[in-house]
Antibody, heavy 118, light 110 residues
C-alpha cells in the first residue's frame, strides 16, 4: 500500500524557518518525482515545487511565490522528501501536502499545517 | 493567481450530467496534458483523470475528461450525492516551468 506521511508543521513567526518531511512507503521512492502542494484555508490548490529522481539529476523546480525561499530535497536511503522553508511570510500559512508523479499526482499525504504568525 | 480558469460552482440533481470547464492558454493546456482532481471536504485531493481523458483504476466511468485546444472539460454523468466536492484541473505550464492548478469548482448535488 502506498503511503505518504508529512510531518514537521507548526507555528512559526514571520521571517522564521521550518522543515517539513514526507516519509514514503509502498512504492519505489527513488524512481519517483516528489512534489509539494499547499492549500490555504478556504482557498484552492497551489503547486509549491518538485524534485525529480536521481536518473533525472534530482532536478528541482519551484513556484515563483516561493523561489529563493524554499528548497526541496530528498534522501532516497530514507525514502523521505523534504521541504525547507526560509523567510516565511504570513501568506505561506497553509496545509502542505506531498504527492508523487508522473501520471498525475496519484497519491497524496494527509497534509501538515504550517501557520506563520506573530 | 491561478492561470487556469474554472467556474466557481456547478450543480445538478441526482442522475443528471454536470460539466466543468477549464480554460488555459497555449503554454499550459494547449501543449501539455490535463489532469483533474476531486477534493472532498477535509480530505486530500484525489486524482480523477490523467493525461486528458484516462481514468486511474477505481475511478468510476461516470467521470470523463476531454481536451480541445486551450480548454478542457470534466463531465460527471449520473450525478450522485457523494460527488459533492471541489474539483480542480491542472497542467504543466511551459512559460512558468511549473504545475498550475485551476481556480476550482464546487459541485453541489441538489
Amino acid at each position: 500500500e502506498v503511503q505518504l506521511v508529512e510531518s514537521g508543521g507548526g507555528l512559526v513567526q514571520p521571517g522564521g524557518s521550518l522543515k517539513l518531511s514526507c516519509a514514503a512507503s509502498g512504492f519505489t521512492f527513488s524512481g519517483s518525482a516528489m512534489h509539494w502542494v499547499r492549500q490555504a484555508s478556504g482557498k484552492g490548490l497551489e503547486w509549491v515545487g518538485r524534485i525529480r529522481s536521481k536518473a533525472n539529476s534530482y532536478a528541482t523546480a519551484y513556484a515563483a511565490s516561493v523561489k529563493g525561499r524554499f528548497t526541496i530535497s530528498r534522501d532516497d536511503s530514507k525514502n523521505t522528501a523534504y521541504l525547507q522553508m526560509n523567510s516565511l511570510k504570513t501568506e505561506d500559512t497553509a496545509v502542505y501536502y506531498c504527492t508523487r508523479s508522473p501520471l498525475g499526482f496519484d497519491y497524496w499525504g494527509q497534509g501538515t499545517l504550517v501557520t506563520v504568525s506573530s | 493567481q491561478s492561470v487556469l480558469t474554472q467556474p466557481p460552482s456547478a450543480s445538478g440533481t441526482p442522475g443528471q450530467r454536470v460539466t466543468i470547464s477549464c480554460s488555459g492558454s497555449s503554454s499550459n493546456i494547449g501543449s501539455n496534458y490535463v489532469y483533474w482532481y476531486q477534493q472532498l471536504p477535509g480530505t486530500a485531493p484525489k486524482l480523477l483523470i490523467y493525461r486528458n481523458n484516462q481514468r486511474p483504476s477505481g475511478v468510476p466511468d461516470r467521470f470523463s475528461g476531454s481536451k480541445s485546444g486551450t480548454s478542457a472539460s470534466l463531465a460527471i454523468s449520473g450525478l450522485r450525492s457523494e460527488d459533492e466536492a471541489d474539483y480542480y484541473c491542472a497542467a504543466w505550464d511551459d512559460s512558468l516551468s511549473g504545475q498550475v492548478f485551476g481556480t476550482g469548482t464546487k459541485v453541489t448535488v441538489l
